[in-house]
């Protein structure tokens, strides 16, 4: 992959290893969570760091050919896909008031 890492994918990284509150014991109405509230704290961080304001610049920003992208790319999958635009805008919009811990 990469020789050594940027400082923007070793942050992006850290994330994993941060304590978050467990998920509520009854599940809410509607479909599942496909992603994690971890993922998208990920796509936060980024979004904050390379000053990237909509999920759609967010999603041009990761569609480059670099490495360093390529690899934050990398970490923002899961479940085996990447959430669309619509996840993304959705998500962004629900974590900003129930999230204590960003």
């Known amino acids: 992959m990469l020789s050594q890492l940027s400082l923007l994918v070793r942050l992006v990284m850290l ?3 941060i304590p978050l509150p ?3 014991p009854r599940r809410r109405r509607g479909k599942p969570r496909t992603y994690s509230d971890r993922l998208i704290l990920k796509a936060l ?3 904050i760091v390379r000053r ?3 999920p759609y610049a967010l999603l041009e920003f990761l569609k480059q050919d670099d490495p360093v992208v390529q690899h934050l790319r990398h970490l923002l999958q899961e479940a ?3 959430p669309t635009r619509r996840t ?3 998500r962004l919009a629900a974590l900003t008031p129930t999230a204590a811990f960003v």
């Open 80 to 82: 085996g896909g990447f």
């Open 15 to 17: 994330i994993d290893h």
């Open 22 to 24: 467990p998920e509520p």
């Open 88 to 90: 993304w805008e959705r």
């Open 52 to 54: 990237l304001y909509t």
């Open 45 to 47: 961080v980024i979004m």
